[in-house]
């Protein structure tokens, strides 16, 4: 029985696919380890979206390649990298078996037979396809939360974004099939199910010819045994009335919220073509805080080419106006085949960096007011740990590795996956502490 390894890389899309490839393979016999060292097969799992993300899949699958003068026998690269430059990571990556596309992880069994005989594979080029329905997933993260994947590339067109190249155009999951694994996943022990897609709020236009996010919600939600459902990744323009009602009335959805604005100044926004502006934003914002203790994530890009001090400016105001409680601040990464990457002109690295930190110094400010605005309040904790005395865990407030914590005193034994009612008596600017 040979031994499999897969190192996953990237967003929680492709954690899923991770899974997926694992229970592929564990049906078929192999066993699946979690130390690379004791892989006679391994997988990387790339991403290829921004320059760092592509460097550090290149590192990984370098590093990784060492390790076949020792146990390990075939090395594969699959995902969005492999999608973006099949032929060339064979050509340039002599260590790699099999390079895998994003539409073709699926077929991870019939190409370790053919690599097995001594072929290199080489498979890409379905991006479009929705093909892997009905595969069973070997959990990567803790049973007690789960990644639900509700669609899967994206439609948006946004200049600076290779992501519909690479994982081809927006195409919702059939609704039944959704609900179908995420009956599978409560059942496994998930009590946190986290709704992810390029694009959630867009699911369902394709298939069913309207939005029909809410509807999924209110679906899931029914599920004996869930406790949370958290939103991930929704973009402003299709933030309806609808859903935030949805949001707002429906105990089981925590009121949480990611939502990439990516910039609050029109004409960034039109370079970028995002199919929203100024207004519209704060509309929707405005709209969502009407939901009672609503706290939203959000995402902004600096240095988008042509962003002047004057347009960099609106957004810092912006920040400091709107108040948000997690914000994300990304430089921007010039990538071939986007449209970006003819635009005039580009910010140097210099400036895009100072302005990355600024921001973040005005958010950790806005962060910490927010954390000491729950002092002396109670809060919901899904515990996750146990460390130097202390356990932590998760609020309503913290989506799992991109938010803060919350440290729990306790004399009691908890367990991970245990949901206890914590008074805060301390914070930090991203974390809290609480007693129980």
């Known amino acids: 029985m040979k031994n499999v390894g897969i190192i996953s890389l990237g967003c929680h899309k492709n954690t899923i696919d991770s899974e997926k490839m694992l229970a592929i393979l564990k049906e078929k016999g192999y066993n699946i380890v979690n130390d690379e060292h004791k892989a006679d097969i391994l997988i990387i799992n ?66 370790i037979e053919e690599i097995e005989k001594g072929k290199t594979v080489l498979e890409y080029g379905h991006a479009n396809l929705l093909n892997d329905e009905g595969i069973q997933r070997i959990l990567t993260t803790p049973n007690y939360y789960a990644y639900l994947k509700i669609a899967e590339g994206c439609s948006n067109a946004c200049s600076f974004c290779i992501i519909p190249k690479i994982r081809g155009r927006y195409r919702s999951r059939k609704m039944e099939d959704i609900l179908r694994e995420a009956e599978e996943l409560v059942k496994k022990g998930a009590k ?24 999924l919600l209110k679906e899931i939600s029914k599920i004996d045994g869930l406790k949370w459902i958290r939103l991930l990744y929704a973009y402003p323009d299709s933030v309806t009335e609808e859903l935030v009602e949805e949001i707002k009335n429906n105990e089981k959805i925590v009121k949480y919220i990611d939502i990439p604005l990516q910039h609050s100044h029109d004409e960034v926004l039109k370079r970028m073509n995002r199919n929203t502006n100024r207004q519209k934003i704060e509309e929707v914002i405005s709209r969502l805080r009407s939901i009672p203790n609503m706290v939203i994530r959000t995402t902004f890009m600096v240095g988008f080419p042509g962003e002047t001090e004057e347009e960099f400016e609106d957004l810092k105001q912006f920040i400091k106006e709107k108040r948000f409680e997690r914000v994300g601040v990304f430089t921007y990464s010039r990538e071939e085949g986007t449209k970006s990457y003819y635009m005039k002109p580009q910010i140097k690295k210099s400036v895009k960096i100072k ?7 005005i958010q950790k400010e806005i962060s910490y007011q927010h954390n000491l605005s729950k002092v002396g309040k109670q809060l919901e904790v899904l515990i996750e740990g146990f460390e130097d005395g202390i356990y932590y865990g998760r609020s309503y407030m913290d989506a799992p590795e991109i938010d803060g914590v919350v440290y729990v005193k306790s004399n009691k034994k908890l367990k991970a996956g245990d949901f206890v009612v914590a008074t805060i008596t301390d914070a930090y600017e991203y974390d809290l502490v609480g007693e129980y």
């Open 46 to 111: 790339t991403c290829g979206f921004i320059e760092d993300a592509k460097r550090e899949s290149i590192e990984c699958i370098i590093e990784m390649g060492k390790l076949k003068n020792r146990r390990l026998k075939y090395l594969i690269a699959t995902g969005c990298l492999s999608e973006r430059y099949n032929k060339e990571l064979l050509k340039e990556l002599p260590e790699l078996d099999a390079v895998i596309g994003t539409g073709d992880f699926h077929k991870i069994a019939e190409v």
């Open 355 to 361: 302005r990355q930190q600024e921001l973040m110094e």
């Open 192 to 215: 946190e199910l986290i709704l992810i897609a390029q694009d959630t709020t867009k699911y369902g236009v394709d298939v069913y010819k309207k939005f029909m996010l809410p509807q």
